[in-house]
């Protein structure tokens, strides 16, 4: 039995012993000291499923190292099939334009259309298939830490976006060949319209500014491995582009082929113009706006370190 005396207020509340004030205070200082040096479980947790920059960026020398090394046939099929699935989202946005084409509000028209951009985009990079917007970021990555020629990096390039167009050339005439079922030939026009309606100034920097989102969105999924983040982060990238009307050049490029394939209204120069221009500003926006800035940000940090 305890010999220890409890004292009693006159409402009958245990007042604290000094023995116990000792042993309260004592656990204080030991939660602080756990707290300092050790994160709390959760917290660690959350912690450890986001990489840190100089993670993300071996990752992503990594991942540029690995494309660099595949035999060329590979990256062509892989290609190829990239420029098959975008057709998905080509499909769908013809579907809703073609829905909402007597819409007089035309902001309308383009949240709704800007919903179901992104799921050909979700499809083809979680089957991870190569589409061009990816590497122009990614494969520059090993070039500027000296693994791998210039020349070595344009013809991954080259490889890329002729498997893209392959894909996107047959993608289109399977389009255009199923549009009996499909019923989306008025979306198919606007899109084309919408895609030439511009001078060589305001398509380049529309297509510099849709290469710096989806190099942005390849940048983002290397820094979480959670299948679902990665999802969404694709998703709103390329809603952004959905919404903003800017010009992605492989999925453009197959909304020019079902344009020049459907209708008279659209001749070869009409694509190659969209083409060139859609692929010379995505190439800039990702290698520029996101390879060379975050390696040279994170080089930086580290040489200070």
Request: charged share 15%; net charge negative.
């Amino acid at each position: 039995m305890s010999d220890e005396i409890k004292i009693l207020t006159p409402s009958g509340e245990e007042i604290e012993s000094e023995k116990d004030k000792q042993f309260h205070n004592r656990r204080k200082e030991e939660r602080r000291k756990e707290d300092k040096d050790y994160l709390p479980v959760i917290v660690k947790r959350t912690d450890e499923s986001f990489r840190h920059p100089d993670d993300i960026l071996e990752k992503a020398i990594s991942e540029g190292e690995e494309q660099m090394s595949r035999p060329g046939i590979s990256l062509f099929l892989s290609a190829t099939a990239a420029g098959l699935i975008i057709s998905f989202t080509v499909m769908a946005v013809a579907i809703f334009t073609t829905m909402t084409v007597d819409l007089s509000n035309t902001i309308i028209q383009r949240v709704l259309t800007a919903l179901v951009y992104p799921l050909g985009f979700v499809l083809c990079i979680l089957s991870r298939t190569q589409l061009f917007t990816e590497h122009t970021a990614t494969a520059v990555y090993p070039i500027l830490v000296g693994k791998f020629s210039v020349k070595k990096l344009f013809l991954l390039w080259f490889i890329v976006i002729s498997g893209n167009l392959f894909g996107g050339l047959m993608s289109s005439q399977l389009l255009v060949q199923a549009d009996s079922v499909i019923h989306a030939y008025a979306g198919y026009v606007k899109i084309a319209e919408h895609l030439v309606a511009y001078d060589s100034k305001s398509l380049l920097i529309s297509a510099i500014l849709a290469g710096w989102l989806m190099a942005l969105a390849a940048w983002i999924t290397l820094s979480t491995p959670s299948t679902l983040s990665q999802i969404v982060i694709i998703y709103l990238v390329t809603f952004l582009i959905g919404i903003g009307g800017l010009h992605h050049s492989i999925a453009g490029s197959v909304e020019m082929f079902v344009g020049y394939f459907i209708s008279d209204n659209f001749s070869v120069t009409d694509v190659g113009f969209f083409v060139s221009h859609a692929l010379l500003g995505n190439l800039i926006g990702g290698s520029i706006f996101v390879a060379l800035l975050n390696y040279g940000h994170i080089r930086q940090t580290q040489k200070n370190d």
